[in-house]
Each structure stands twice: as structure tokens, then as C-alpha cells.
């Protein structure tokens, strides 16, 4: 599947293909599918500082920054395996993309396919996690974006 030109239109395709699926057991198999299907993080990667805190699995999530196109790239992993098709959602919605719309684009699309109900109140609290770790690397890199900008 192509990737979408910038995080809105990612959702809609995520919506998109939520759609498809008629009850909250097909939704989670999917999801179940998406985590399988992610590839594992290495394990030189696996350590204390990428880990995300406030997620009931183990998380951990890698910020790499390209200066020349200056986009943020994320890989993430978790020893559980619905936590993986979360964290696949959220790297087809931010990773490769510049900080500053990642911090501009709230991701809406989880309420809207209705994870909410699916998800355990330590999944979600996990989600909003992973989330807010994400968000809070690209402030940084946008910072440091701007900082650079200013500079020149």
C-alpha cells in the first residue's frame, strides 16, 4: 500500500479500511495481524531510555532525525503482540514525517474506528503513551528545526 502524502490523509485510509470490518472481533484481529506483521525492533535498540513509560507491555520507540529532508522516522516494538498492531498504526501515521505536523495532527482516527471499546483502560492508557512519547520527540526536532531555520 502506498503511503499517504501527510497524517490526515493516513487516517482517512486507516478509517478506510476499519470500515470493512463489521464487528470489534474482526477489528481486533486485524489489529492482531498488524502486530505480527511488524518488524522487530533490534536489541541493541531494547534499553531503559527507549523505553515508553505508562504502557502495561513493554514498549520501546526510536527517534532517528534525517537533516536533509528533515523528517523524523520511528521504530518501535513491544513484547505484546495487540500493542504491535497499535504501534503499526502509529508508525504509518508519523514516522517519516517532519515534527512539526506530527505535533500539529492529533490522531483522531483512533476514536473514530472505535479502539475505545476494544482496548483494555491499560491499553489505552498505553496508546496515549506511546502517543504522547511520539509528540514529545517532535517538539524537540522541531525546535531544534526552527532553531536551525532561524539560524540560517
Not at 464487528?23 to 522487530?40: A, F, H, M, T, V
Not at 512539526?100 to 483512533?110: L, M, W
Request: net charge negative; hydrophobic share 40%; glycine share 8%.
Amino acid at each position: 500500500m502506498d503511503r499517504a502524502a501527510g497524517i490526515a490523509e493516513e487516517q482517512e485510509r486507516i478509517l478506510e479500511e476499519f470500515a470493512l470490518f463489521e464487528d470489534s472481533r474482526e477489528k481486533l484481529e486485524y489489529l492482531i495481524e498488524l502486530g505480527r506483521e511488524l518488524p522487530s525492533l533490534e536489541e541493541r535498540h531494547r534499553t531503559e531510555g527507549n523505553k515508553v513509560r505508562g504502557c502495561q507491555s513493554q514498549v520501546w520507540l526510536v527517534a532517528e532525525y534525517d537533516e536533509g529532508s528533515r523528517r523524523l522516522r520511528f521504530r518501535a516494538d513491544s513484547d505484546a503482540v495487540i500493542v504491535r498492531g497499535l504501534i503499526a498504526l502509529l508508525l504509518r501515521l508519523y514516522s517519516d514525517r517532519r515534527p512539526e505536523e506530527i505535533v500539529a495532527t492529533p490522531p483522531e482516527v483512533f476514536e473514530r474506528i472505535g479502539l475505545g471499546r476494544l482496548l483494555t483502560p491499560g491499553r489505552q492508557n498505553g496508546l496515549y503513551s506511546m502517543i504522547g512519547r511520539i509528540k514529545e520527540l517532535a517538539a524537540v526536532y522541531a525546535r531544534l528545526d526552527a532553531g536551525r531555520i532561524a539560524a540560517s
